[in-house]
């Protein structure tokens, strides 16, 4: 693993109005990720884990601070932007799936290649991600006709399918009985190891932190012991 840094973030706040009531999720978020690292962001349950992958994986704009992704600071980005950006360097993988139900597997991983322009290659790119990841015998099943690990694995493939730098994911495997979950952390595994795939997970399973080349702890919207 090299030391090229691939995020860096610099006192990350976020605070939520509701109505005078403020609460601050996150707060002096400083870090420095490097390529090719597998990451577990882990901690007590509101801690501010989900809150700091959100602001890190540009699905949520922090209060105050600055983050610089691939050399880029994406802060100051349009919408439009952040939205392009995303699609072409960042893959997700959640909790819940966030399969398109109505949509086959291989449609459901395809979508964002459609999206990008990318539709000569779509079928052919999101065929051999679903390989990839065992499911080259669900290409055309729907997400009620799959199992939870079987959903999960195709939201991994639709998170890999454009090459993303990085993948973030948010507890992927919280849903997910014991079996499944360990098939679904093998499957990162290989990615960090055989790809050299970045990685950054939320996690509060205690036994994740072997798998992981760092953890990074938040306590109360604070990072501590990074």
């Known amino acids: 693993m090299g030391q090229e840094i691939i995020i860096q973030a610099e006192k990350l706040e976020r605070v939520y109005t509701n109505g005078k009531i403020k609460t601050v999720a996150l707060k002096d978020g400083t870090l420095t990720i490097y390529r090719g690292e597998f990451i577990a962001i882990m901690g007590a349950s509101g801690s501010g884990k989900s809150t700091l992958l959100h602001q890190l ?47 086959t597997a291989i449609e459901n991983v395809y979508l964002s290649l459609l999206m990008d322009g990318k539709e000569k290659i779509a079928k052919k790119k999101a065929t051999e991600v679903l390989i990839r990841v065992g499911l080259g015998d669900r290409l055309n099943y729907y997400p009620s006709e799959l199992s939870g690990g079987q959903q999960q694995r195709v939201s991994i493939a639709r998170a890999l399918v454009n090459d993303p730098e990085i993948i973030f994911a948010d507890e992927p495997t919280a849903n997910l009985d014991s079996s499944s979950s360990e098939n679904v952390l093998s499957i990162f595994k290989e ?10 997970m939320v996690s509060h399973e205690p036994e994740h932190e072997k798998i992981v080349n760092r953890v990074i702890w938040v306590k109360d919207g604070v990072l501590v012991d990074n």
Request: aromatic letters at 8%; zero cysteines; hydrophobic letters at 35%.
């Open 57 to 103: 994986g540009l699905l949520d704009q922090p209060t105050s601070g600055k983050l610089s992704i691939l050399g880029k600071d994406v802060l100051t980005l349009k919408d439009d932007e952040q939205s392009d950006f995303r699609l072409k360097h960042l893959g997700y993988v959640f909790q819940s799936y966030n399969l398109v139900p109505e949509l």
């Open 191 to 200: 990615l960090n190891k055989k790809y050299n795939q970045t990685i950054v």
